[in-house]
């Protein structure tokens, strides 16, 4: 609740409490789903200048009579990446706020990968104009690693002017936890800089006295976790666990058993990273209630984790419920089985109604992060370069499993033709490469994936976590020379080839990783995109596109491929093929 009010704002705020002034609106006859009280009441709810007076039958300007429609706190993403909507701000909000989202913590790690402070400054201006309340944590690894080569390095002198900001709001998913647990100072000089303001963590299967030295140094939350077991131990060591339902890593039903009445206020829903097509064909955070709604937990329980639990993890004071003081971000819906906004309001204003959204977007100027894809090496040497000659034996390839990030290390004997290792569409098995595009230095790994689906052809994405260097798959070197080529001319984006043939492409030029192109007609693009992908094989698959950003990541295990080549996680270093 607001504490910076002067004696009269106080004087003011009491007569409207308690009914002796007219105020600007009243809910009656709502059945409001109380976080704070873990209960459903009936309730006539008082709203004043953007935030709620309290409860009784007020005199008001406006009165809305909700013949008993629910009415619970707005909803909070707890952690998400705006990048991997592959929109920007203004664009994001448009989408997420008639789906009950009326605020996120956001990470903009996966631009400032690619512009630096820059591209923060620009979340942050892009931010300041729509009504969806969003709060940023500073990127605490750019890069993510040093097994990578990203468009930007920032230190904590770096990060130090944003810390004033109103909106930013602590350090970001602390994702090198090697350098942590070794103590290196630049990654130590960013926690202490964030001066008791949250700090997010990001340790997959971290544990035991490991784990106990990366919480000791600071960092209180998790949303890495893939099995109960591991969320347990997170929760014993005193963090917060967030439930993850992104695209790629969907771990909210396997996580869910370990959440009960003891500890649920200490549990929390983030999408991460959520495609565009996800949200729109299922929804935002209102998806993940759903879901686990449907999967056995209680209605007031998915709301608390969707609303005050986020808040008081993050400091939030006066967003994350409906009580006296708290700000008048609500929604409005119809069924306690089947949880959907029919209105959104935030302030006390309405945004979003019929799941569409009342807000026209005003852009923020986007022209100095355009153009981000430099190429220097001609074709027949990145041919080159593509070849990986035959050794004789089993090679390492990077395995994929459905639903997860986390990847295998598997050894598999390849195909060989003319003395080089080749795709093998019989085991599931594609060629990989990642190039570097950010300063023309064109490094580039090589290496092989299995379980993409990818029958023929290739596809490609400037969208490759967290470096975002151009990450192309496929079944023959042609059509992925063809694709390395297409998003070099576009700027960054995705696309797919097969024979030879652009199949479909979607330009991102914002940064390589986002579009500010009407909703509408960006969401037709990505469907026709993926429409085009059954040609390839990948009907029916998990987003291909999204899968395949992840293969770059080098911070979460077992295998992963960048531009310095293919890359073991767990100890850290760089693996030859064979």
Known sequence: MRSDRNVQQMQEIIRQAAGRQEIDLCLKNARLVNVLSGEIHRANIGIHQGQFVGFGDYAARECLDLAGAYVCPGLIDAHVHIESTMLVPERFAGVVMPRGTTAVIADPHEIANVCGVAGIRYMLEAAARTPLRIFYMLPSCVPASPLETAGAQLTAR????????????????????????????????????????????????????????????GIGSDHECSRPEEMREKLRCGMRVMLRQGSAARNLLDLLPAVNSHNSRRCIWATDDRNLLDIVAEGHVDQLIRLACQNGLDLITAVQMATINTAEWFGLKGLGAIAPGYAADFIIFEEIDHFCPREVYIGGQPVARAKKSLVEPVLADTAALRSRVILNLPE??????????????????????????????????????DGLLAADPQQDVAKLAVLERHHGQNSLGVGFVRGLGLKRGAIAATVAHDAHNLIVAGMNDRDMLQCIFTLARAGGGLCAVAGGELLGLVELPVAGLMSDWPVDRFHQLLLNLHRSLSRLGLAGKQDPFMMLSFLALPVI??????????????????IKLP
Request: proline share 9%; charged share 20%.
């Open 158 to 217: 770096d990060l130090a002017q944003f810390w004033d900001h109103p909106q930013v709001i602590g350090l970001a998913e602390v994702m090198d936890y090697p350098a942590v647990l070794a103590g290196q100072e630049s990654v130590l000089d960013k926690i202490a800089a964030a001066g008791g303001r949250p700090v997010d963590g990001h340790a997959p299967g971290l544990q035991g006295r490991l784990l106990s030295a990366y919480i000791a140094a």
């Open 380 to 417: 027949a040497e990145l041919q080159r370069r593509l070849e990986v000659p035959d050794a004789g034996g089993p090679v390492p390839v990077i395995g994929v499993s459905p639903g997860q990030i986390i990847t295998e290390k598997l050894h598999l004997e390849l195909p060989v033709q």
């Open 557 to 574: 295990p077992a295998l992963r491929l960048t531009d310095r080549g293919l890359i073991d996680v767990r100890e850290q270093k760089i």
